[in-house]
Nanobody, 115 residues
Framework: QVQLVESGGGLVQPGGSLRLSCAFS????????MLWYRQAPGKQRELVAT???????NYTDSVKGRFTISRDNAKETVYLQMNSLKPEDTAIYYC?????????WGQGTQVTVSS
């Protein structure tokens, strides 16, 4: 069974940076496309960034140029580097792993951007 454990969230001032990590276990990491979602209070969960098994990346428009998704296949970990953070980036960030119809979620990590 795939397990995903996020870390790296916290409180940061506007303009600051955070790096989220998602540790993968329980299957073959290189078979899975990896995604980051977020959910702000009172809002629907939204897709933030995707990295495929071939390391192709895609981002939602609101984070392009500020966030970078990457994966380390040797460490079986996916990262989300978040720069120039804004208060509207405040949300719970979730790691997601997908292989065809199999979808797995982490427990989430809170990111709060506030002065």
């Amino acid at each position: 069974q795939v397990q995903l454990v996020e870390s790296g969230g916290g409180l940061v001032q506007p303009g600051g940076s955070l790096r989220l990590s998602c540790a993968f276990s329980g299957s073959i990491f290189t078979w899975y496309n990896m995604l980051w979602y977020r959910q702000a209070p009172g809002k629907q969960r939204e897709l933030v960034a995707t990295i495929t098994i071939s390391s192709r990346t895609n981002y939602t428009d609101s984070v392009k140029g500020r966030f970078t998704i990457s994966r380390d296949n040797a460490k079986e970990t996916v990262y989300l580097q978040m720069n120039s953070l804004k208060p509207e980036d405040t949300a719970i960030y979730y790691c997601n792993a997908r292989l065809q119809q199999n979808v797995y979620w982490g427990q989430g990590t809170q990111v709060t951007v506030s002065s």
